[in-house]
């Protein structure tokens, strides 16, 4: 409804709101004057400007451009729309356009002075740019004549393409490229080229190409169409799947406005504007899952991709993925096997059904309400319904195989599935069989379905002698796993010493049994992977931890097994290694809740005399010297949250010990825990980031986190400062900021954007005298950055706080307090002046000067010279009271190691002079006194 007076009125109080700095109540006020106003009027253009204004003042630079935009067409040639568009575009870098808007200006308006100083910043900038684009040019036609001719140098070439990926990260750079048709030339050059090197950087230039630009992004899309994609990932070369999957995450990225690191939010508005292309990328993938003619590494990618990308927290595509059967076709994917090869049969690798595993747990955590939940069930059943109406046997065995999947996915539909009437028998009567295939995939689900105790008890009642029948049989695959099913209902009683299900003896048994299998290289990987997993049970018994960790060949078999990098051997090693490790949740008991339990004769766990820690260190250091940590790391790249929670127990529990934290750094421990310290379950991110905290307080931090990592690893410490955490995790991660602190300013503007410095002053407050000496010292190392200091001079009493922290009974506190100041002092007069309206600066002052400890008084003597320094009104007050005795009592100092201190005393007493604050006694009146009192 147009109303000009009221919208008027609006305007005025949006004025009000502007001047106050309100700009919030701005905006909506002048959204209402803008709602009311009369549509092409010249009052709508001025609400529009003004709108603008407020939001340039809340650097919301695309809605100034978007008001700006609105308002020319109204008023073409305004200048004030014109000057604050050109300052947004000026904020976004978009150099060019916002010296066209200045030019504008001084033609419209030649007298206009504001404008004058933008204009001659944005022609050197423009002038500039064009200087580099036109190198940029040149170099982009030197690198296509040598890059894209398959005749000339292979050398050459490779250095011309991998000089493409550098131009393509730069925006000058990938335009010129784009122009010149770069994308046209590597769709052409990839039907034909034959260096695998070559071809993946040309997937890589695609990449960087599209990254941050939805522009360039669909102009390749539009050129190669998504079906290329489809085409460059289908390799069994793991680099070029890599690149190719990289390469399609971009795009998601792009569309979406999520950026490649982790924990980044997509944008709700460019989701929604670009919906039909990420729907249109994320369907064709989705097809792809169970293309037949696709290699299994290209499989797992593209279902990594989808994992990636459905959950809420990301694009939200879970319920879209079972609305187009999603779910069917990686159940398809799960009943694969080898032993029915036929030519429609789908490739698929050793981790494939793990992968598929992990993604139905991902989509199925999506399911939130209890409607999309039974719709995920339902999908589930309608596979399984399917696959049943075939009477053969093939039907039933895949069947039982998608079960287990099931089970180490999802476990809540797996075990809805497995309580369906007829399933667990059709799977104990396949256990029955003679058939070794049919016994094989039987005892699999039943391991799997054994998860929970009271699942264990319901298969030791029904299924423990089937199982001991199974493992007497000849087949080595049979007997393996009847072994791991044994394995898992022995163990069901924890680390618990006093629960035996089996006779004692039987776990070591179960557990050498295990270990023919995993050291014996006749075997094939396969039943190593299982005894690794049967191992993963058993070894929650000490007896059996000691025994293992002991046998050389075992845990080098155990670490070449991880080093495979096979997913599906994942969940065996790294549970082996974490109870080895002793890395496992341990709940806190309490003592009184302990007395009450045994006053109820209630059963209480017992510890294993050998889980002391003295023989868990000893287990660490000889998994750490064996390499377990290049096992890790090769097995980091699983999608599972749960499964990298713990990789990073394991990886926590080694940097636990100072000596070997060196090690986990030198086989890429540090690379791949960053990572896992920004996104999986929170536990995991807790462990990671501890780790990390770890590795930076005693390795240098630009050795444990070279180049880009010493910024990517604060996020992780600062969330280490948190109520939630310990106090242990609290310490190490302030001692590992301190050193990140002492680096650079880079990592120090990062600590203060990621909002550090608050945390870390937190705890400046703390009772715990540890972690109040540590966070006064990553202050004392956050004062090197100007912003900080400016911080200290604003009106709050953080300075003063430093200065009370100097008679702390603690001499390090004391001494990170009192270096702080030093700092401070030495930039900021302000912050001088605020020391002395603290009641208590004398006998602060006093205490710090007359300190036993050298080098306390070195620097409360270098802070008290800073203070009086060109300052005659301080100088006067200070010395005023008894500092200047004490100053001179500090020059009669004669030990070596108090000299620098004598010195600084006699400088304050030298400024004092120069100032006139205190004078020299007259030599001649000194004499004079003297023969009186003779």
């Known amino acids: 409804m147009i109303n000009p007076k009221e919208a008027e009125g609006f305007k005025n109080q949006g004025n009000e709101a502007f001047k106050s700095e309100k700009y919030e109540e701005a905006i909506s006020l002048y959204s209402k004057a803008i709602n009311l106003a009369e549509k092409d009027s010249r009052d709508l253009a001025t609400y529009l400007k003004n709108r603008a204004a407020a939001y340039l003042k809340l650097k919301d630079y695309k809605m100034v451009i978007k008001d700006c935009d609105e308002a020319l067409q109204i008023v073409p040639e305004d200048p004030k729309a014109l000057f604050r568009r050109a300052q947004a575009l000026e904020s976004l870098e978009r150099f060019e356009e916002a010296y066209r808007d200045a030019k504008t200006i001084l033609t419209v308006d030649p007298a206009n002075k504001a404008i004058q100083p933008m204009l001659g910043r944005l022609y050197a900038v423009v002038q500039e740019r064009a200087k580099s684009a036109a190198q940029t040019s040149n170099k982009v036609e030197q690198m296509f004549k040598l890059a894209f001719d398959i005749s000339e140098d292979k050398s050459k070439r490779e250095k011309a393409v991998a000089n493409l990926i550098v131009l393509a990260k730069e925006s000058t750079g990938a335009d010129i490229m784009m122009k010149n048709g770069v994308v046209h030339k590597i769709q052409k050059l990839l039907k034909v080229e034959k260096n695998q090197e070559i071809y993946v950087n040309c997937i890589r230039v695609i990449g960087q190409l599209c990254k941050r630009s939805v522009e360039r992004t669909t102009d390749v899309i539009k050129t190669v169409g998504i079906p290329w994609f489809l085409e460059i990932i289908d390799s069994d070369y793991d680099e070029r799947v890599n690149a190719a999957q990289y390469c399609l995450q971009v795009i998601l990225n792009t569309f979406s406005g999520m950026d490649t690191k982790k924990e980044t939010k997509p944008d709700p508005s460019l989701c929604e504007q670009y919906k039909s292309e990420i729907d249109t990328l994320l369907t064709c993938l989705t097809y792809s899952i169970t293309n037949r003619v696709i290699t299994g590494q290209a499989r797992d990618a593209i279902i990594e991709l989808i994992m990636r990308n459905c959950h809420f927290t990301t694009l939200n595509w879970a319920e879209r993925f079972v609305e187009i059967r999603g779910l069917q076709r990686l159940l398809e994917v799960c009943s694969e096997l080898e032993d029915y090869k036929y030519e429609s049969a789908m490739n698929i690798t050793d981790s494939s059904r793990t992968i598929a595993a992990a993604c139905l747990a991902r989509v199925y955590e999506n399911m939130y309400y209890d409607q999309a939940r039974e719709n995920f069930n339902g999908h589930v059943d309608e596979f399984i319904k399917d696959k049943l109406l075939s009477p053969d046997l093939e039907s039933k065995v895949r069947v039982t195989v998608a079960i287990t999947s099931l089970l180490r996915g999802p476990l809540d539909v797996g075990n809805y599935v497995i309580s369906k009437e007829g399933i667990i028998d059709m799977i104990l009567v396949m256990a029955q069989t003679e058939d070794p295939l049919q016994q094989r995939v039987a005892c699999e689900c039943l391991i799997a379905a054994a998860s929970k105790k009271d699942k264990a008890r319901t298969i030791i009642n029904k299924g423990v002698d089937i199982l001991k029948k199974l493992y007497s049989c000849k087949n080595d695959a049979v007997r393996v796993r009847a072994l791991v099913g044994l394995c898992k209902i022995g163990s069901f009683g924890g680390d618990d010493a006093s629960i035996r299900p ?112 003295d023989f868990v260190n000893k287990r660490l250091t000889i998994l750490c010297k064996a390499g377990v940590t290049t096992g890790l790391v090769a097995l980091s790249k699983t999608e599972s949250h749960n499964s990298r929670e713990l990789i990073a127990r394991v990886f926590n529990a080694l940097c636990s010990l100072q000596e070997l934290r060196g090690i986990v750094v ?269």
Not at 556 to 577: F, H, M, N, P, R
Request: proline fraction near 3%; hydrophobic fraction near 40%.
């Open 502 to 613: 089996f006779a004692d003896g039987s776990t070591k048994k179960l557990a050498e049994a295990c270990r023919k299998f995993l050291v014996n290289p006749a075997k094939d990987k396969d039943m190593r992977k299982w005894a690794a997993e049967g191992l993963s049970y058993l070894t929650l018994d000490a007896d059996v931890k000691e025994k293992l960790v002991d046998d050389k060949p075992a845990i080098q078999a155990l670490i070449e097994l991880a080093k495979s990098g096979d997913q599906s051997c994942l969940y065996g090693v790294v549970t082996t290694l974490v109870n080895l490790c002793n890395a496992y949740e341990k709940q806190e008991v309490m003592p009184e809740m302990l007395e009450l339990a045994k006053f109820a004769k209630h059963h209480i766990p017992e510890q294993h005399e050998l889980d002391d820690p």
């Open 666 to 934: 030198q086989q890429g421990g540090a690379k791949v825990l960053i990572p896992m310290a920004l996104e999986g379950t929170n536990n995991g991110k807790k462990q990671a980031a501890q780790a990390l905290a770890r590795i930076g307080i005693t390795i240098n931090p630009e050795v444990a986190y070279p180049g880009q990592r010493n910024l990517e690893v604060v996020r992780p410490l600062i969330a280490l400062l948190h109520p939630d955490c310990t106090a242990l995790e609290n310490f190490e991660a302030l001692m590992a900021l301190c050193n990140l602190a002492g680096m650079n300013e880079t990592t120090r503007n990062r600590i203060l954007k990621e909002g550090g410095l608050s945390k870390i002053e937190h705890y400046l407050f703390e009772d715990h005298m540890m972690l109040q000496r540590a966070a006064t010292q990553c202050v004392c190392n956050m004062l090197q950055s100007e912003e900080v200091v400016k911080t200290y001079e604003g009106k709050n009493d953080k300075t003063k706080y430093l200065y009370v922290l100097c008679q702390e009974e603690d001499v390090d506190t004391v001494m990170a307090a009192v270096g702080a100041l030093c700092i401070l002092t030495s930039v900021s007069k302000i912050c001088c002046r605020k020391l002395l309206d603290l009641q208590s600066w004398l006998e602060t002052l006093r205490c710090l000067l007359a300190n036993p400890n050298n080098e306390i008084q070195y620097r409360g003597a270098y802070m008290l010279h800073n203070i009086i320094k060109d300052d005659v009104d301080t100088s006067s007050r200070i010395f005023e009271t008894d500092i200047m005795e004490i100053l001179m009592a500090l020059t009669k100092l004669t030990e070596p190691e108090q000299q620098r201190t004598k010195e600084l005393a006699e400088k304050c007493l030298a400024e004092a002079e120069l100032m006139g604050v205190i004078r020299k006694p007259d030599s001649s009146l000194v004499e004079e006194i003297v023969e009186e009192e003779d």
